[in-house]
């Protein structure tokens, strides 16, 4: 039985003044009824030690939204997994369609950011999913066996456990379009598949796979029943601790 995970990616939001509240929120919440899911949020660096400190004790967890390949030198701007790795972050974010658009991040990068961080043991949660464009010409599943297999593929079973997949159909982020339960189930059992063909059967049926795009209370008690979706990555919701605690409590 997967367990469930249900991750929120702030990213480049809220401002200084509302993080804190809103973290006290959620994790006074997950202590009055303690979730059945993993609660996960990934906050932008500068918030993530005091983001730690507010959640000690809690069960909500703190990711970061980003690593370098590098474990340390010179390097101006970046943050290394085992810079996150010593802050004892439970997982990074990694491949999001917003970082391989605005920042060029292509599968061949990717390959090595995956491989710094599982160097470290550092928990990563691999972003993939086709573009509009490319879902209207229904060559989704070949754009995301493709970024699969040159990012992910290489990875032994052993370094699989500490992969979680995100499925995250780049015309669904942030735009109010959510694929359909259907599509994705359809694209998660496809992934599961491929696990099964280029991993082994055993990681096929242990990895978690989330959906993401525009996921929020109204639709994510769908989409978290599908037999393969095992959780949800969830920017805009995160933002409202109602909204994220909401979903949190659908997922169990
Ligand atoms: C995301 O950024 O990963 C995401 C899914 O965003 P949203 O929920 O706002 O579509």
């Known amino acids: 039985m997967r367990r469930k995970i249900i991750a929120g990616n702030w990213k480049m939001n809220p401002g200084a003044a509302d993080f804190k509240n809103l973290c006290q929120d959620i994790c006074s919440q997950l202590e009055s009824e303690e979730p059945n899911c993993e609660v996960l949020i990934c906050p932008p660096f ?3 030690v005091s983001m730690l400190e507010t959640a000690k004790g809690s069960a909500l967890q703190i990711g970061a939204q980003n690593a370098y390949f590098e474990q340390k030198g010179a390097y101006t701007g970046e943050v ?3 810079m996150l790795s010593d802050l004892s972050v439970n997982y990074v974010i990694l491949g999001h369609s917003e970082r391989r658009k605005y920042f060029g991040e292509t599968d061949a990068f990717l390959r090595l950011k995956v491989d710094a961080a599982l160097e470290v043991g550092l928990p990563v949660i691999f972003c993939c999913g086709e573009s509009l464009e490319e879902r209207e010409s229904d060559s989704q599943a070949e754009v995301v066996g493709k970024q699969l297999r040159k990012a992910l593929f290489h990875l032994s079973e052993e370094s699989f456990a ?3 997949i995100a499925y995250e159909p780049v015309w669904a982020i942030g735009t109010g379009k959510t694929a359909s339960p259907q ?3 359809e694209m998660h059992e ?3 598949t491929l696990l099964s063909k280029n991993v082994s059967q055993k990681t096929a049926e242990a990895c978690r796979i989330l959906y993401g795009g525009s996921m929020k209370p109204a639709n994510a008690a769908e989409l978290l029943s599908q037999k393969d979706v095992d959780g949800g990555l ?3 919701a ?3 601790a109602n909204d994220f605690l909401a ?3 659908t997922a169990g």
């Open 247 to 249: 979903i949190v409590k």
């Open 46 to 48: 500068p918030y993530i």
């Open 238 to 240: 995160s933002l409202k």
């Open 183 to 185: 599509q994705a189930q």
């Open 162 to 164: 500490k992969v979680v």
């Open 80 to 82: 290394s997994p085992q």
């Open 190 to 192: 496809f992934i599961r």
């Open 234 to 236: 969830i920017g805009g």
